[in-house]
C-alpha cells in the first residue's frame, strides 16, 4: 500500500475525498488544500485519468526528521533514486514549507537536488540534468518545522490541463475549479445547463464531458509514465476501458452565450478541439437578454468581477439587473454564480440559499446558489442572509 497526497482547489477538498473514494482510494483524510489516501500504484494511474478536481496525484515516497538542510541531504541521498528514474531523465525540485526553522528554502531545494543527482551518480556514474519548464520528473518536497516529506509527481503537467483548451481568453477559469463547482453546486448529468456568460467554455466543456462519460485525461500524457515503478501496459488496459466506455458527442441540454463574437469563437474552438461542437448549443446574446432555453435547469456563471477586470462601476450596474432576471425570467431555475466580488451580494437584491468559500488561485471567491420560486420573489426557506 503506498501513500499519496493530491492538492486541488481550496474548497474542493470534500469533493475530491469523495471522487477518490468512489475510485478506491483507502484511508482518506482531509488535508488543507487536497486530500491524503492510499492505494496501489495503479490506483495513482486511474486517479490521473479519471479525477475532475485533483490538480496533481504525489506518490510519497519518503519522511524523516530533521534540523538542518544537511539533515534533509543525507535524508534525501539515503534513497533507492534509481529504483525510480534514471540519470536520462531531467529533473525538477519544488520545495514548500510552513515553520520551517531553514533561513532559505532555496538552499534547501539546492541540496535536495544535490542529493538526488549525487546518489544517482554513485550508482550510475552520471547525473541527470535539472529542466525547470518541461522536466521527465518533478519532485516535491514538504518541511514543516521538524518534518520533512518527499513526494514524486505522478501527473507532470498540472491535471487541470485536460489538452483541448487552444487559448484561454482573458482570465480563463481552471478546469478543475469549474468542474468542481459543477459539483458542489447540484449538477447532474442529464439537468439543462445554462452559462450565459460562458467565456472560453470551460464550465460547458466540464460539463459535456461528464456527461458524455469522457475522463478528464484521456487527451494527455502523465509523469508516472516516466516512473519506473509503474506499470504501462496497465495504463494502457486503463485508458482502453475509459475510451470504450466514452460516448460520442450528441446535443445534449447544455447552452452557452456571449455578447461578444470574438469570445464566442473561442468558446467555439476549443468546443471543436474536445470534439464536442455537436454536443453544445452556442448563442451570440448578452446576459440580459437570455430567456430560458428549458422549462427547468441550472444557471452556472462565472461574471467579470472588480478584481479580475478593475471595473467595480461595471459590477454596481450589472448585477441589480441579473438580479431581475433570474426573478422575471428563470421561475423553477436554480442558479450558481462564482465570483470574487465582494459587491455582488448586496447588489443581485437575492437571497442565496447557500454560499460556499472557494479560491480561484489565490482569489479568495463565494458560489451563491439560488433558488428561483415561481410567482414570487418572497425569501427561499432556508436562505441564508448575505
Known amino acids: 500500500m503506498e501513500s499519496f497526497f493530491a492538492p486541488c482547489p481550496r474548497g474542493l477538498e470534500s469533493a475530491l475525498e469523495r471522487e477518490l473514494a468512489a475510485l478506491g482510494a483507502q484511508r482518506t483524510q482531509i488535508k488543507p488544500g487536497g486530500v491524503a489516501f492510499a492505494g496501489d500504484l495503479v490506483l495513482a494511474i486511474h486517479a490521473n485519468l479519471e479525477s475532475r478536481i485533483a490538480s496533481r496525484v504525489l506518490w510519497r515516497v519518503a519522511t524523516g526528521d530533521y534540523a538542518t538542510a544537511e539533515d534533509v541531504y543525507a535524508g ?13 531523465r531531467t529533473i525538477r525540485m519544488d520545495v514548500a514549507a510552513i515553520r520551517s526553522p531553514l533561513r532559505s528554502l532555496d538552499f534547501a531545494t ?4 544535490d542529493a538526488v543527482c549525487d546518489k544517482l551518480r554513485d550508482l550510475t556514474g552520471r547525473r541527470p540534468n535539472v529542466d525547470t519548464s518541461r522536466p521527465d520528473v518533478r519532485i516535491h518536497a514538504f518541511l514543516d518545522a521538524r518534518h520533512w516529506t518527499l513526494y514524486l509527481d505522478t501527473s ?23 468542474a468542481g463547482i459543477l459539483m458542489l453546486a447540484g449538477w447532474n448529468v442529464g439537468t439543462p445547463l445554462l452559462d450565459p456568460m460562458c467565456g472560453s467554455g470551460t464550465f460547458l466543456i466540464e460539463a459535456a464531458q461528464m456527461s458524455l462519460l469522457r475522463a478528464p485525461g484521456l487527451k494527455r500524457t502523465f509523469g508516472f509514465q516516466k516512473l519506473r515503478p509503474f506499470d504501462l501496459k496497465a495504463f494502457q488496459r486503463a485508458k482502453a476501458v475509459l475510451q470504450a466506455r466514452a460516448l460520442d458527442a ?19 474552438c476549443n468546443l471543436a478541439q474536445a470534439g464536442l461542437t455537436s454536443a453544445v448549443r452556442l448563442q451570440c446574446q448578452d446576459v440580459l437578454d437570455v430567456t430560458p432555453p428549458t422549462a427547468t435547469g441550472l444557471m452556472i456563471m462565472n461574471p467579470p468581477y472588480g478584481v479580475r477586470l478593475g471595473d467595480e462601476a461595471h459590477s454596481r450596474a450589472f448585477y441589480p439587473k441579473l438580479g431581475d432576471l433570474l426573478k422575471q425570467r428563470f421561475a423553477n431555475w436554480r442558479a450558481g454564480v462564482f465570483t470574487a466580488d465582494a459587491n455582488l451580494p448586496k447588489l443581485i437584491h437575492l437571497k442565496a440559499s ?8 489565490a482569489i479568495e471567491c463565494r458560489l451563491y446558489e439560488y ?8 425569501r427561499v426557506r432556508g436562505a441564508v442572509e448575505e
Open 371 to 378: 433558488r428561483m420560486v415561481t410567482g414570487s420573489l418572497r
Open 354 to 361: 447557500k454560499r460556499t468559500p472557494l479560491f480561484n488561485g
Open 250 to 268: 450528441h446535443p445534449l441540454p447544455i447552452f452557452g452565450g456571449e455578447r461578444d463574437p470574438r469570445t464566442l469563437d473561442l468558446a467555439r
Open 156 to 178: 507532470g503537467e498540472a491535471l487541470f490541463k485536460r489538452g483541448w483548451r487552444v487559448s484561454g481568453g482573458e482570465a480563463p477559469l481552471r478546469e478543475n475549479l469549474a
Open 110 to 113: 539546492l541540496r535536495i537536488k
Open 76 to 88: 534525501t541521498r539515503a534513497l533507492p533514486w534509481s529504483d525510480w528514474f534514471g540519470p536520462e
